[in-house]
């Protein structure tokens, strides 16, 4: 094969990955509204863009400890790339960050899985469920398990193909560190569970102490540092360490702890790869035709294995911090079949060709996953949205050119959707002179119809709203007495 046959081959497989990436993930990207913890990521990136402060996140007006910045900074730069805040360019960076893995699988990985496992692997990645779901959404997860993916591919990739170690620690220390801005160091465990794990079957074990690992460290922590250090100077600092330490501790003591959440946390981890996790019972490593290929098989076995069922059975942990397994799991899988590795069922011997089609059914249902059942998900939750709704009734008393101030809100994703400005204060006391419309909870309610601050104007409650948690808001407007 010529270079430019080698060339058109491979631009042709990275199209037909971009083709299957936007069949399933963009139709209807937009049209639910945010739900669950995707507005901690958009409201924050909303703030940045108003106020020009990068370093601190803000939710509802207060400072938030709990994450580090990286997933908002992706939606403020999509906000800014397109000149558009919709659900759409809020949720794009989640599904760019899956379809850059699938992409690292055809490209990166293919010397080491060959032409037919990495294309495999690739379309495994971007049709199981737990993929679908959170790479349509803004949550850290699509973010965090593509960039321990992109991190595992590299790594595993160059090791394999006997590059520098330079080329296979300093990459990956990259994602790594961006890693670290994305959510914290627990998808570290994954990364080197493979990497210890490859090593024990390779023998290798000078690899970790090879200088270029260290000077990953340095990048990696480098990377985080870079943020942490000033958030932290601009913050009270020991509040903040003792927030992020209280997170890690509280996990591990079992703050909270559900004993009947906990014991389904395994089931539920598993259900994320689901259809392929059905394949795995079929898988015989002793049917891969290279030595090299069966130990790589156990490997990547062990080193998925251990720090999945590690992570699920800590007390405070939850199933879907060990999806970063699903990028090994898909590597391996690929590695199976392209390997014929799968032992026919004695009624299936004699169908010729049923893991194909097994395969093939997998990836047409993650097809029509994306292409059909979101676009009708989002038509038949079209008048049961309760955020847009509660919106669209403050839009209708508040007009666009006015002030909306918000009194100590908390989180309140209808934020997202009100057209006028929003202003956000700690107390009614603090309101201006000169506010005309107000947001409360219902607990300050009282308090808001005694305020003075407005004098001979009063202030009036004109809506309620239920919140994303069903909790009642009270929206007020200040007017003369007798006005209606």
């Known amino acids: 094969m010529s270079i430019e046959d080698l060339i058109q081959s491979r631009l042709r497989v990275v199209a037909t990955v971009v083709l299957v990436w936007a069949v399933i993930y963009l139709p209807a990207l937009g049209s639910i509204a945010i739900k669950g913890e ?8 909303v703030q940045m863009l108003e106020t020009g402060n990068y370093i601190i996140p803000q939710v509802g007006g207060n400072p938030y400890y709990r994450k ?21 360019t809020a949720r794009l960076p989640s599904a760019l960050s899956v379809l850059a893995v699938a992409i690292a699988f055809v490209t990166v990985a293919r010397a080491s899985l060959g032409a037919r496992g990495s294309i495999l692997a690739a379309m495994i990645w971007l049709t199981n469920i737990g993929v679908i779901e959170k790479g349509r959404l803004i949550e850290i997860e699509g973010l965090y398990v593509s960039l321990c993916g992109l991190a595992i591919i590299s790594w595993l990739s160059f090791f394999l193909q006997k590059k520098s170690p330079w080329l ?61 250090i000033p958030f932290v100077h601009a913050t009270t600092s020991q509040f903040v360490i003792d927030k992020w330490s209280g997170q890690y501790t509280g996990r591990l003591k079992g703050v909270d702890f559900k004993f009947f959440d906990w014991i389904q946390n395994v089931p539920r981890a598993l259900i994320y790869f689901f259809p392929w996790l059905l394949l795995f019972p079929f898988a015989r490593f002793s049917r891969l035709h290279e030595q090299s290929e069966q130990r790589l098989a156990r490997a990547l076995s062990w080193g998925t294995a251990v720090p999945f069922l590690a992570i ?10 060990s999806m970063p397994a699903i990028v090994p ?59 847009k709704n509660a919106a669209a009734e403050i839009n209708a008393l508040v007009p666009s050119n006015e002030t909306l101030y918000a009194v100590n809100p908390d989180y309140q994703p209808v934020f997202f959707y009100v057209k006028a400005p929003v202003q956000y204060v700690s107390s009614v006391k603090n309101l201006p002179p000169n506010t005309r419309y107000f947001l409360v909870r219902n607990k300050n309610e009282t308090e808001a119809l005694t305020a003075t601050n407005w004098a001979p ?12 948690s069903k909790r009642e808001m009270v929206l007020f407007k200040v007017a003369p007495v007798n006005e209606d």
């Open 38 to 45: 995707e507005g901690r990521r958009i409201l924050p990136a």
């Open 329 to 387: 799991a898909s590597w391996l899988l690929g590695m199976i079949c392209a390997g014929n590795a799968l032992q026919f069922p004695r009624g299936w011997i004699k169908h010729e060709g049923v893991w194909a089609k097994v395969v093939a059914a997998f990836v047409g249902l993650g097809l029509v996953i994306g292409a059909i059942g979101y676009p009708i998900t989002a038509i038949v939750l079209k008048n049961r949205q309760q955020v």
């Open 168 to 228: 296979m620690w300093l990459p990956a220390s990259v994602f790594l560190g961006l890693g670290l801005l994305a959510k914290g160091p627990t998808y570290l465990v994954f990364f080197y569970g493979i990497v210890i794990a490859v090593l024990v079957y390779w023998k290798e074990w000078r690899v970790l102490v090879h200088p270029a690992h260290f000077f990953g460290l340095i990048i990696m922590i480098g990377i985080a540092a870079a943020w942490a």
């Open 312 to 321: 699920n059975l800590v007390p405070g942990g939850l199933a879907r911090y």
């Open 68 to 88: 580090p910045p990286l997933v908002n900074w992706l939606v403020a730069a999509s906000f800014k790339l397109f000149g558009v805040r919709n659900e759409w």
């Open 457 to 468: 104007l009063r202030a009036r409650p004109i809506a309620r709203l239920r919140d994303y």
